[in-house]
Nanobody, 125 residues
């Protein structure tokens, strides 16, 4: 599967953005998906994950209550709605996918097989 992330941009603190990640292929509904981010000078970190069905989600503590991860399997797309953005949310955001036998949550970056190219989110103070 190929992943294409989009939706990044420049926003003021307190603002919102919605990231999208579109996938190629006809078996998207069999993929667990995740979002990760990497800020300048820092390691890539987990943001959120969603199961194949979309029925299970998990979030990093730093974004819980502000970000919402959803998916539309009919459109082969996942979305990350980001509200109440903070300057510390500034990073390149990557979507990731892994074919899964079960409706599982995957939080470790090393367990994902497919990665999008990243989209830059900049939050100004």
């Amino acid at each position: 599967v190929q992943l294409q992330a989009s939706g990044g941009g420049l926003v003021q603190a307190g603002g919102s953005l919605r990231l999208s990640c579109a996938a190629s292929g006809r078996t998207f509904s069999l993929y667990s998906m995740g979002w990760f981010r990497q800020a300048p000078g820092k390691e890539r970190e987990f943001v959120a994950a969603i199961s194949r069905s979309g029925g299970k989600t998990v979030y990093a503590d730093s974004v819980k209550g502000r970000f919402t991860f959803s998916r539309d399997n009919a459109k082969n797309t996942v979305y990350l709605q980001m509200n109440s953005l903070k300057p510390e949310d500034t990073a390149v955001y990557y979507c990731a996918g892994r074919w899964d036998l079960q409706d599982a949550i995957v939080v470790l970056s090393t367990e994902y097989n497919y990665w999008g190219q990243g989209t830059l989110v900049t939050v100004s103070s």
